[in-house]
T-cell receptor
C-alpha cells in the first residue's frame, strides 16, 4: 500500500532562512507526489506536483521539491523563508499505478517563521 | 468561477442528529471527493465519485453516505452523528476521473462539532 511520512510535525525557521520540509514515500510502483499548503482556516492549495516528467519540480511562491528514487524522498525546500510562508504543509501520493485520483496524505508539518 | 464551494462553514450537532454537508463545483470536473481532517492525522478520504451516478468508498466511509446526481454537486450525509465525527470536512474536485496526475482543488471546509 502507498503511504507518505512527514518527518517533523512542527518546524520553525527565521525569516530569510532555508526552509526544508521532509517527505518520504512508500510505493511499489512509481508514485505521483504532491505538496499542498493550508493557510489558517482555509482549504488546501497545490504548491507543486511530481508526475515523472522531471525530478526537480518548481512550484508557486518560490518552493521546489526534488524526487529522489534512491532515497524514496520528495522534500520541499525554499531558499529564503518569508513571514507569509507560515502555514501547514502536506505531502500526498496518488495512485496506485496512475489509475486513480485518490490522494493519501501525510500527517502534515506546521511551519512557523520567526521575525 | 467560484471553484469549489461548501456549506455550511460551521455546524454543531447533537449525537444522533442527521445533516447534509453541501459541496458544489462550477468547473465541470468529473472527479469529486470528501476528506476529513483531524489533528495529527492529515486528511483521510471518506468517499469519492468519478462522475455523475458513480460513487465509491474511501479510507473511512463508515457513518457517511454520498450520492452524485449531477456533475456539479456531491453532498455528504451523516445519518446519525457521533462525537467521533467531529472534524473539519473538505470537498475536492479534479478535471478527470481516473487520472492520478490531475490537480485537486479544495473547498474552504466545514467545521463540524458533534456534542
Amino acid at each position: 500500500a502507498q503511504s507518505v511520512t512527514q518527518l517533523g510535525s512542527h518546524v520553525s525557521v527565521s525569516e530569510g532562512a532555508l526552509v526544508l520540509l521532509r517527505c518520504n514515500y512508500s510505493s511499489s510502483v512509481p508514485p505521483y507526489l504532491f505538496w499542498y499548503v493550508q493557510y489558517p482556516n482555509q482549504g488546501l492549495q497545490l504548491l507543486l506536483k511530481y508526475t515523472s516528467a522531471a525530478t526537480l519540480v518548481k512550484g508557486i511562491n518560490g518552493f521546489e521539491a526534488e524526487f529522489k528514487k534512491s532515497e524514496t524522498s520528495f522534500h520541499l525546500t525554499k531558499p529564503s523563508a518569508h513571514m507569509s510562508d507560515a502555514a501547514e504543509y502536506f505531502c500526498a501520493v496518488s495512485g496506485p499505478g496512475g489509475a486513480t485520483n485518490k490522494l493519501i496524505f501525510g500527517t502534515g508539518t506546521l511551519l512557523a517563521v520567526q521575525p | 468561477n467560484a471553484g469549489v464551494t461548501q456549506t455550511p462553514k460551521f455546524q454543531v450537532l447533537k449525537t444522533g442528529q442527521s445533516m447534509t454537508l453541501q459541496c458544489a463545483q462550477d468547473m465541470n470536473h468529473e472527479y469529486m471527493s470528501w476528506y476529513r481532517q483531524d489533528p495529527g492525522m492529515g486528511l483521510r478520504l471518506i468517499h469519492y465519485s468519478v462522475g455523475a451516478g458513480i460513487t465509491d468508498q474511501g479510507e473511512v466511509p463508515n457513518g457517511y453516505n454520498v450520492s452524485r446526481s449531477t456533475t456539479e454537486d456531491f453532498p455528504l450525509r451523516l445519518l446519525s452523528a457521533a462525537p467521533s465525527q467531529t472534524s473539519v470536512y473538505f470537498c475536492a474536485s479534479s478535471r478527470r476521473g481516473g487520472r492520478a496526475t490531475d490537480t485537486q482543488y479544495f473547498g474552504p471546509g466545514t467545521r463540524l462539532t458533534v456534542l
